[in-house]
């Protein structure tokens, strides 16, 4: 079945600094969502990648995913307080595309 | 925006007591998902749901549990005799289209269940 491995586990930024989040499948990709968790709270939708090499802004977070479709990077330029939650990456369960799984999720502090 | 709505936001209830939560969809979805996630772990996968029946369910998903549409709005999950294990929070997520066809799901604030 497929996995999907995040790192790093959690990361604390000051900021205004600059991260990166990586997300990597055992298996070819075939299609990439990021979404934002706060603590407690439900998942909200950040962006989608399709095809390989994509890349997507919003903001200041861009998404990436590798040629091969194994792999998916979240960038935060000048972090902001309002950064801070669980980042997760998902992907399709199989083929059949009827269903997400997701990683372990990544927790983003920002330090003022 | 429209959201999808669960109720209620935290129940508790005593092992081997039956539960339902509770869940409303966006209006225009077609596909209609459950997920756990217990404290200090990932989210998991328990079924989707699509045309009035059951898509694909994870082996989470034993006959313990069951899922239905009773009307035109509402989407449930039931839990036949709670476990101590059952203990999660739990949400609901539903979509345009199924993931296949890159619809992204949108997830409710979920239901925090505790079984004492």
């Known amino acids: 079945s497929q996995e999907l491995e995040q790192s790093p586990q959690s990361l604390i930024v000051q900021e205004g600094k600059n991260l990166t989040i990586n997300c990597t499948s055992s298996?070819?990709?075939?299609?990439l969502y990021w979404y934002k968790q706060k603590y407690g709270e439900g998942l909200i939708f950040l962006m989608m990648?399709?095809?390989?090499?994509e890349e997507k802004s919003h903001e200041k977070i861009t998404a990436k995913l590798d040629e091969k479709k194994q792999q998916s990077s979240l960038h935060i330029t000048a972090s902001q307080p309002s950064h801070a939650g669980i980042y997760l990456c998902g992907a399709d369960r199989n083929q059949a595309g009827t269903a997400l799984i997701f990683g372990k999720g990544t927790t983003l502090s920002v330090s003022s | 925006e429209p959201e999808v709505t669960q109720t209620p936001s935290h129940q508790v209830t005593q092992m081997g007591q039956e539960v339902i939560l509770r869940c409303v969809p966006i209006?225009?979805?077609?596909?209609f998902y459950w997920y756990r996630q217990i404290l200090g772990q990932k989210v998991e996968f328990l079924v989707s749901f699509y045309n009035n029946e059951i898509s694909e369910k994870s082996e989470i998903f034993d006959d313990q549990f069951s899922v239905e549409r009773p009307d035109g709005s509402n989407f449930t999950l039931k839990i036949r005799s709670t476990k101590l294990e059952d203990s999660a929070m739990y949400f609901c997520a539903s979509s345009e289209a199924g993931t296949g066809f890159n619809s992204p799901l949108h997830f409710g604030n979920g239901t925090r269940l505790t079984v004492t």
């Open positions: 209006s225009n979805h077609l596909y």
């Open positions: 298996k070819t990709l075939y299609g």
């Open positions: 990648l399709q095809k390989g090499g």
